[in-house]
C-alpha cells in the first residue's frame, strides 16, 4: 500500500510539474508572437517610411535641379555684358555650398537612423524579465 501511495504522490506531482510547463511554455509562445507581430508592423513601418524618404529625396533633386538650372541661365542672361564667368563662378561656389549642406543633412540622418528600435527594446527586457526569472 505504501508503495501506490508513493506511486500516486509522484504521479500527482509529475502532473503538477507537466502542467506548470505547459502554461510556461503556452506563455512563452504567447511572447514570442507577440514580439513577432511588433516585429512585422515596424518592418512595415519602416518600409513605408523609407519609401517615403526615398520619394521626397526624388521630388526634391528634381525640383531643386530645374530651380538650379533657371537661375543659373537667368543670372548668365542679366550677367552677360558685365561678367559672364563671375556669374557662372558665383553660382557654382553657391551650389557647392548647398550641396555640402545636403550632404552635412543626410550624413546627420544616416548617424541618427535606428532600425526597429522599439523591437530592440522590447527584446532587451524580455531577456533581462527571463534571466531575473531563471536566477
Avoid at 505547459?22 to 523609407?50: C, D, P
Avoid at 533657371?70 to 551650389?95: C, D, K, N, R
Wanted: glycine residues 6%; aromatic residues 6%.
Amino acid at each position: 500500500m505504501s508503495t501506490s501511495v508513493g506511486n500516486l504522490n509522484s504521479l500527482s506531482t509529475l502532473n503538477v510539474v507537466s502542467s506548470a510547463s505547459k502554461r510556461i511554455l503556452s506563455r512563452l509562445l504567447a511572447i514570442a508572437e507577440n514580439r513577432l507581430e511588433l516585429l512585422t508592423l515596424e518592418v512595415r513601418e519602416e518600409g513605408e517610411r523609407l519609401l517615403h524618404a526615398v520619394l521626397l529625396a526624388l521630388g526634391l533633386a528634381v525640383f531643386g535641379l530645374l530651380a538650379g538650372i533657371t537661375l543659373t541661365i537667368g543670372v548668365v542672361v542679366v550677367f552677360w555684358e558685365h561678367s559672364p564667368w563671375a556669374a557662372l563662378l558665383v553660382l557654382m561656389v553657391l551650389y557647392i555650398g548647398g550641396a555640402a549642406w545636403a550632404y552635412s543633412r543626410l550624413n546627420h540622418l544616416r548617424r541618427e537612423w535606428e532600425t526597429l528600435p522599439d523591437t530592440l527594446d522590447q527584446l532587451k527586457k524580455d531577456r533581462q524579465c527571463m534571466e531575473t526569472l531563471l536566477h
